[in-house]
Every structure is written in structure tokens, then in C-alpha cells.
């Protein structure tokens, strides 16, 4: 199983960013793709969840209306589009699979699987 994170960078506050998490090694419409985040000295924060049952994106009060987490399952990618950037979003950016219910999509011990993840830095 590989998860390969990508897309990150530095950026100016309010720009953008589009991440990606390409996967190969299981059978990707059977898997919830979740993105977490964890900047330095913090813990590991979730930030969004696309379930495979209803590809439903489900999102972080921190960055709903700011961020679009999408799948492309014919790619075996997943994507999280990050606008309007602050320097709060400064992080290093996982994506995980698993099968979570609902209630527990932020839970990260509901993943198996996690790719290495991509810094993302939001400053002037």
C-alpha cells in the first residue's frame, strides 16, 4: 500500500494550494481518503474525510468554506484545493485511507495507512 502526498510549498497568506494523494496497493473505491495536518509542537489535526460509500467530503470547522477535498477514482487521487490561506494552515499535510464511520471520521486510529506526507507554509 502507497499513499504519495504532494502539491505543497510555500505560499503567501490568502493564496492557494492544491494538494494530491495518488494510491496504489488497494482497491481505492473501498477506502475513505482523509487529510490530516500537524504543524510543529501541535498534534495531529484532522482537516477533511471523502467517504468512498457517497464520495462526501466532510471538513474541519478550521478550513470549511477555505478548502474542497474531491476523488477521482478513475486516477486512484485524491485532492484537497486550499484557498484562502493563512499562516494558521502552516503544516505538514497527511493523507490516510480507512473505512471510519461517519461518527469517527476524525478519529486518525480509524486509518490504516498514511502517506508521508507535504509541508505546506503560509507566509509573507
Known amino acids: 500500500v502507497q499513499l504519495q502526498a504532494s502539491g505543497g510549498g510555500l505560499v503567501q497568506p490568502g493564496g492557494a494550494l492544491r494538494l494530491s494523494c495518488a494510491a496504489s496497493?488497494?482497491?481505492?473505491?473501498?477506502?475513505?481518503i482523509a487529510w490530516f495536518r500537524q504543524a510543529p509542537g501541535k498534534e495531529r489535526e484532522w482537516v477533511s474525510a471523502?467517504?468512498?460509500?457517497?464520495?462526501?467530503?466532510y471538513y474541519a470547522d478550521s478550513v470549511k468554506g477555505r478548502f474542497t477535498a474531491s476523488r477521482d477514482n478513475t486516477k486512484n487521487t485524491a485532492f484537497l484545493q486550499m484557498n484562502n490561506l493563512t499562516p494558521e494552515d502552516t503544516a505538514f499535510y497527511y493523507c490516510?485511507?480507512?473505512?471510519?464511520?461517519?461518527?469517527?471520521?476524525?478519529?486518525?486510529?480509524?486509518?490504516?495507512?498514511w502517506g508521508q506526507g507535504t509541508q505546506v507554509t503560509v507566509s509573507s
Open positions: 490516510a485511507r480507512g473505512r471510519p464511520v461517519l461518527s469517527a471520521l476524525r478519529d486518525d486510529g480509524m486509518y490504516y495507512d
Open positions: 496497493g488497494f482497491t481505492w473505491r473501498d477506502y475513505t
Open positions: 471523502i467517504r468512498h460509500t457517497t464520495s462526501t467530503p
